[in-house]
């Protein structure tokens, strides 16, 4: 007679919850998350770069000021958003702050004080990437 009891109380609950969920809502939020994800892995993409602006790209050095994780994981690799200050050749500091894709090799690399390699077009502040084989 328990087992009965039990499965009547688990159905009971069951519908409840079932009465309680808002489809609609959990729609709206699912395509919020798929468009944060679109947005994140499009700004994490690479992308392919003219020629004549690959001649002209200058390396450089940056400090790493800030590392945030966000909350999104693509195959083993975390997405991390870096608050640069990249030292120009000119002398002049440059603040960037690049959204990447880190293998958990690369975490390492790029805790807040540390210094990365990185090349950037002149007069592009968009095109800087770190050069993680340098």
Do not use: C
């Not at 039990?6 to 009465?19: K, P, V, W």
């Not at 940056?62 to 999104?72: E, G, K, T, Y």
């Not at 960037?96 to 390492?108: N, S």
């Amino acid at each position: 007679m328990g087992f009965l009891k039990d499965l009547t109380t688990l159905t009971r609950q069951a519908n409840a919850a079932y009465d309680r969920m808002d489809v609609g809502a959990s729609l709206a939020a699912a395509s919020r998350s798929m468009e944060d994800a679109s947005r994140v892995l499009a700004a994490t993409t690479p992308r392919p770069e003219d020629a004549a602006l690959e001649a002209v790209r200058l390396r450089a050095t940056a400090n790493v000021v800030d590392a945030r994780q966000l909350p999104m994981v693509i195959g083993m690799n975390v997405v991390v958003e870096l608050d640069l200050v990249v030292a120009m050749p000119s002398g002049f500091p440059l603040p960037v702050t690049r959204t990447e894709q880190l293998a958990p090799l690369h975490l390492a690399r790029v805790t807040p004080g540390s210094t990365v390699d990185v090349s950037m077009v002149p007069g592009r502040p968009d095109t800087v990437r770190i050069e993680w084989g340098a």
